[in-house]
């Protein structure tokens, strides 16, 4: 009786149980590889030594010498860099200013990334003035900018497409939360300003339209037309969740290969 009573409880205790649910290995592993991508990440970055000083240097333009030319607009010239004295390889911007309004726009955005400097925002290592220019040394992306992974990504299998891409993400969204903490909005997400480094990892950058969000409403068009929220295109304020939506475009070109307005 005793041993039958035991067979019933145990009987009765896994009807209780409830059902257990089929373990989502797939999602489980794009977990795991993002968590081994951060782990990695935060042993690489924590090796690198940047300069602490943010003050406009003695250094010159005849102190580096350009290897290339990596892009230019509206905000300035970026040159991939070698600095002569150490070899050291870095990003330059090179932004002009004539007016009182390109000086407050340079000063705004040396101010912005002294500010959002972390592990997953492109890096000011320092500035110095030359002529009508402000140079802006940042940390060199050996990789360049997304924009070119995106085909790449299209070529890899589904399960290790989406790892990728959730690892690239998650970065990009922690490095939005700390600026949003910060009280600043990008206004400019887009594959372009995301950069990929020698191990993988991604860094946020391109502050020259990021703006600090207070009483003032910023109801002016700024950024790419194609990554724009209805709200910007519609001059209404700029808040945090613009920058969201950006986000949202770019994840959907690094699933599918395509901006999602394309059409075809």
Known sequence: ?????????????????????LPESTKQEIIDKNKEEENKDVKQTSAIQYSDSHQISKSSYNDFRVI???GSGSQGRVYHVMMNSTEEEFAMKKEEYFSDEDKENVNREIEQMKKLESRFTVRLIHVFQEHQDMCLVMEFCS??????????????PIKERLMRVWAILSQVIRAL???????????????????VM??????????GLAKEI??????TMAGTKV???AEV????????????FSVGIVAAELVTGKHPYETG
């Open 214 to 219: 207070s009483s003032r409403d910023y109801a």
């Open 1 to 21: 009786i005793t041993k039958l009573k035991k067979v019933d409880e145990n009987k009765d205790a896994k009807q209780q149980q409830p059902a257990q649910k």
């Open 233 to 244: 295109w519609l001059y209404k304020k700029t808040d945090y969740a613009s920058d969201i």
């Open 143 to 156: 990789q360049g900018d997304l924009r070119k992974f995106i085909l790449e990504l299209q070529k890899k």
């Open 68 to 70: 290339k030319k990596l």
């Open 227 to 229: 990554y724009m929220a």
């Open 177 to 195: 939360d700390f600026m949003h903490s910060q009280g600043i909005v990008h206004r400019d997400i887009k594959p372009e300003n995301i950069f």
């Open 198 to 207: 020698d191990d993988g990892s991604v860094r946020l950058g391109d502050f």
